[in-house]
């Protein structure tokens, strides 16, 4: 079966560092996607990883490991307009996507 | 570029009622597109993918028969909620698949909001 697990709800404080983890289990694998999502809006592309480690982007750095079906997504100084949620979303062969369940962020001043 | 839109934006109708979502893919071709539902502070759930000229492929526990798809040119296609309950009522979300070796391969539309009173 499929199963791709985040945390519900996080919160960080503006200016800091927030990790936020994705665990999944799929019967296939192409591809690891993060995306951004405001309430009411689309999902936004932010990452894509399909080979294990870290890409770098910016402020924001997702990371990959295969072999444990893990892989989160890294938000540097946070600033408040980083306030939504976070989808981590598994690529099946051939090109079907399946999302966890998101990550709400709440950053504070 | 890569830019999908979807018509209506929102929509209120009475139970019983039929639905047309349509999903556009502004400035290239998309030979798949993909529909999604998502409720309140939920995540996105797939419910079908949609293949030009040819029969939409459903995900587990979505009945075709009332959710309708089509996708009879390679811009366009369209979602129909057929006898619409308070249920269906959900926010919908098109997404369109770009051909080729890029890595954001899939692209979202802005959404339509279903209200069924």
């Known amino acids: 079966g499929q199963n791709i697990d985040q945390p519900t709800e996080m919160t960080a404080t503006e200016g800091a560092i927030v990790q936020i983890n994705c665990t999944y289990q799929?019967?296939?694998?192409?591809?690891l996607f993060w995306y951004q999502q405001h309430a009411g809006e689309a999902p936004t592309f932010l990452s894509y990883?399909?080979?294990?480690g870290l890409e770098e982007k910016g402020r924001f750095s997702s990371f990959l490991s295969r072999s444990k079906g893990y892989s989160y997504l890294l938000l540097k100084e946070l600033q408040m307009k980083d306030s939504a949620s976070y989808l981590c979303a598994v690529r099946e062969p051939p090109n079907k996507l399946i999302f966890g369940t998101g990550t709400l962020l709440a950053v504070q001043p | 570029g890569a830019v999908v839109s979807q018509h209506p934006s929102r929509v209120i109708c009475k139970s019983g009622t039929s639905v047309k979502i349509e999903c556009r893919s502004l400035?290239?071709?998309?030979?798949?597109m993909f529909w999604y539902r998502q409720f309140p502070k939920k995540s996105l759930m797939l419910m079908a993918t949609?293949?030009?000229?040819?029969?939409?492929?459903?995900e587990q526990g979505v009945e075709k028969d009332k959710f309708l798809i089509n996708h009879a040119s390679l811009t366009l296609s369209t979602l129909t909620v057929t006898s619409a309950h308070p249920e269906d009522s959900s926010f919908y979300i098109c997404?369109?698949?770009?051909?080729?070796?890029?890595?954001?391969?899939?692209?979202f539309g802005p959404g339509t909001r279903l209200l069924v009173l």
């Open positions: 997404s369109a698949r770009v051909d080729g070796p890029r890595q954001e391969t899939q692209y």
């Open positions: 990883n399909v080979l294990d």
């Open positions: 799929t019967s296939g694998f192409n591809g």
């Open positions: 400035d290239f071709q998309a030979t798949t």
């Open positions: 949609s293949n030009e000229g040819s029969k939409a492929t459903y």
